[in-house]
């Protein structure tokens, strides 16, 4: 299945208008069920969907990286829409409540699904790995995932996350319509490859907000960097987790928010 589409297009300018062939960013809705029952919607770019779905299932703490998981699927042909279905024993189960509607996560903020303010885990385990790195060494990865956003060159419309070790190679990136989807999906594929405990330095294309930087902290990653800003929720987070957050993060530069110290200056 393709992440991306081509639709006609009228391109206007003080010419005129031309006709021309415009390259889109495919999303489509996931439904996911767990044991058969309706878990969360999400909007997504079709690809990566059992990485998706690890991630995602691993973040909102329902179980841990080292369960395994069966995921049967089967399209939705008439809404165009994929029908995920985890298998799980009850006994891997972490945390799971089923409420009278799922939780609806959409492209652009996964946590509007939440129904109420307590379901935000501001409280979790803080994070326990140490690093530092240079303005120089981010730079460098930031220019590793940038050469790697193939939906982004091809149609302008997705966002990137990709993570890197402690020697600043790249273990995984994904792209998404999503920020939170992507971020989910190199998660989840650091699960299913077992290179999970190797996560240094999580690296997102958009803005971080609470829900990003709580994806990190619950995989253990101690550094965000972000190449937009950070909500004031999101410095407030990573500061409370123990984790090093930048923004604005191009052009040679970046601010630092939280845990100064894993920065180096050279």
Partial sequence: MSDVVNFESHRHDIKGVKITSDVLLVEEALEININGQPFTVTMRTPGDDDALIRGLLHSESVIHQEIEIQIEYKKDVENKATIANVILEVQSISKLEFSDRSM??????????????????????????????????????????EKKQRAFLMSGGAHAAAIFDNHGNLLTIKEDIGRHNAVDKVIGDLILSKTYNNAMVLLVSG????????????????????????????????????LTLLGFCREGRATCYSHFERMVIL
Avoid: W, Y
């Fill in 104 to 145: 609806m996560s959409v492209s652009s903020c996964g946590i509007c699904g939440k129904t109420d303010i307590d379901a935000l885990d501001l409280d979790g385990d803080k994070i326990t790995k140490t690093c530092q790195l240079s303005l120089h060494q981010l730079n460098n990865l930031f220019t590793t995932m």
């Fill in 207 to 242: 803005r971080t907000s609470f829900e990003i930087v709580s994806k990190a902290a619950k995989a253990n990653i101690p550094v965000l960097a972000a190449v937009s800003a950070p909500s004031s929720l999101a410095v407030s987070c990573a500061d409370r987790m123990n």
